[in-house]
Nanobody
């Protein structure tokens, strides 16, 4: 099993920045991809960005391209999400995700990001 712990959420004004961190523990060797999803009130959970743990290949939702950057530090078993030029519509609970080669997902508890206008 994989355990994920997020940190770094909070309240920020529109145009500001935040960096989220997600530390993984447990069966690290089984992780293929790590990423961030978000869920706004009344909406479905959606992919924000993910990264392949082995080679660093990244993937972004169109809504965050050019503003958010996902990165990883395999020595610390941690993935980051740098969020710049934040907009009120980025307000959501952000969840860290890890997926193994069988497609099985592990989730963190989530961290709230609130962007005020």
């Amino acid at each position: 099993q994989v355990q994920l712990v997020e940190s770094g959420g909070g309240l920020v004004q529109a145009g500001g920045s935040l960096r989220l961190s997600c530390a993984a523990s447990g069966s690290i060797f089984s992780i293929n991809t790590m990423g961030w999803y978000r869920q706004a009130p009344g909406k479905q959970r959606e992919l924000v960005a993910d990264i392949i743990r082995s080679d660093g290949t990244t993937n972004y939702a169109d809504s965050v391209k050019g503003r958010f950057t996902i990165s990883r530090d395999n020595t610390k078993n941690t993935v980051y999400l740098q969020m710049n030029s934040l907009k009120p519509e980025d307000t959501a609970v952000y969840y860290c995700n890890a997926k193994n080669s069988y497609g099985i997902n592990s989730w963190g508890r989530g961290t709230l990001v609130t962007v005020s206008s």
